[in-house]
């Protein structure tokens, strides 16, 4: 089955956690995960994002940088944050990349994964 992957430009950890949420605090402007900034307050997830990704169809995955490049060594070059679909096959394509989230605002976001999502699903089998 189909699976969105939505990965953080920022690593794993609980001390990686609180100097990122400090420096979205302190210095905002350069902060380098525009799907953090986004997604997220200071320390909890925003509830509109939250609720809308349970009205999503597919699967979704959270991921950091660190996760990624061990899980998919082969994306490690991509620029992030980014947001991917992943099929049964192992065929990982980018559905929402680092250039596009410079430009997008929380409604836009979720605006463009939702269009998005709706292109990318296989028909249904009857």
């Known amino acids: 089955m189909m699976q969105l ?7 794993s950890g609980a001390g990686h956690a609180l ?10 402007a350069t902060y380098s ?6 997604t997220y307050g200071a320390t909890r997830m925003r509830p509109e994002w ?12 959270f991921l950091y940088r660190d996760q990624l490049v061990d899980l998919y060594p082969h994306l490690a070059a991509l620029p992030l944050p980014a947001v991917f679909t992943d099929d049964t096959t192992g065929t990982v394509a980018p559905l929402v990349t680092a250039a596009e989230f410079r430009h997008l605002d929380l409604s836009g976001l979720m605006a ?15």
């Open 5 to 11: 992957l939505f990965v953080y430009n920022a690593n």
């Open 19 to 28: 100097l990122d949420a400090l420096h979205k605090l302190l210095s905002p």
């Open 33 to 38: 995960c525009t799907l953090c900034s986004l």
């Open 50 to 61: 939250k609720a809308f990704l349970q009205t999503l169809p597919l699967p979704v995955v």
């Open 112 to 126: 463009l994964v939702q269009a998005r999502v709706a292109g990318a699903r296989p028909p249904a089998t009857p």
